[in-house]
């Protein structure tokens, strides 16, 4: 029970997946969380040193018993990922409140119910906490009134949890990506987005998902061990320029 574990919720996909292979680079173990069973079975078969959880982070009865299974899986929480999240985008005037619930539950109460349920563990390890906010936490955008307030929710969150547990020598951060190229941003987003994102950014680029997980990991290790409540944009300088996409408009 010496190697260290890290839990990555929304493991199954994406920056959470890119995440989980950056951790077993690095010689960890990593407890996979994802409630798309299916997708999370799959990926892990073919990995070695993880152990797939099927649990919703918005469920506290669910949360506690991640908890335990990755406890009897690796005896032992040095990070946990809040990575978990959804999106659904809009206009305000069509955003219902059973839309912002859903947006809220997993985006918000997931992060606080994961960070409560795994503070013990990770009082004992003197581990890490690392919260996926959103570039849309730091500057407002248009079509994002649930998905924007969530993430900077998260991160004010962040703070806090970072104020208070770091008398237990916790460490909490909070990355915020921006436009980062997944097999769903290049699907859902139109040559025109593209093309107004790559104007908008610095570095003229979309992120990737190697990119996001190489900050993630950085903050989770001890090469980053005074650091906490610090917020980190990995978004190509994108929150350093304007407001407003013209593309991305209703």
Excluded at 52 to 76: C, H, K, W
Aim: contains cysteine; charged residues 20%.
């Amino acid at each position: 029970m010496d190697q260290k574990c890290a839990l990555v919720t929304g493991a199954a996909r994406g920056i959470g997946l890119a995440t989980t292979d950056l951790f077993l680079e690095m010689g960890w173990r990593v407890a996979m969380i994802d409630r798309d069973g299916e997708e999370l079975t799959k990926v892990a078969a073919e990995r070695d040193n993880v152990q797939a959880i099927i649990r919703d982070v918005s469920n506290p009865q669910e949360v506690d018993a991640m908890v335990r299974d990755t406890l009897a899986f690796a005896g032992r929480i040095d990070a946990l990922v809040n990575n978990a999240g959804v999106a659904e985008f809009g206009p305000v005037k069509d955003c219902t409140f059973d839309m912002w619930r859903r947006v809220m539950e997993t985006n918000l109460d997931g992060v606080f119910l994961c960070t409560q349920a795994c503070t013990d563990a990770l009082k004992e390890t003197q581990g890490a906490i690392l919260n996926i906010a959103s570039i849309s936490g730091l500057r407002a955008s248009t079509l994002r009134v649930a998905y924007g307030t969530s993430k900077a929710a998260v991160i004010q969150l962040t703070k806090q949890h970072a104020a208070e547990l770091g008398e237990y020598n916790i460490r909490v951060n909070c990355v915020a990506p921006g436009p980062v190229k997944t097999k769903l941003s290049m699907a859902v987003h139109s040559p025109e987005i593209i093309a107004a994102y790559h104007d908008a950014i610095p570095l003229n680029r979309y992120g990737s998902e190697r990119e996001l997980a190489e900050v993630i990991c950085f903050l989770c290790s001890e090469k980053a061990s005074y650091v906490t409540g610090q917020i980190v944009a990995v978004d190509g300088g994108f929150d350093s320029t304007g407001v407003g996409l013209p593309a991305l408009r209703d």
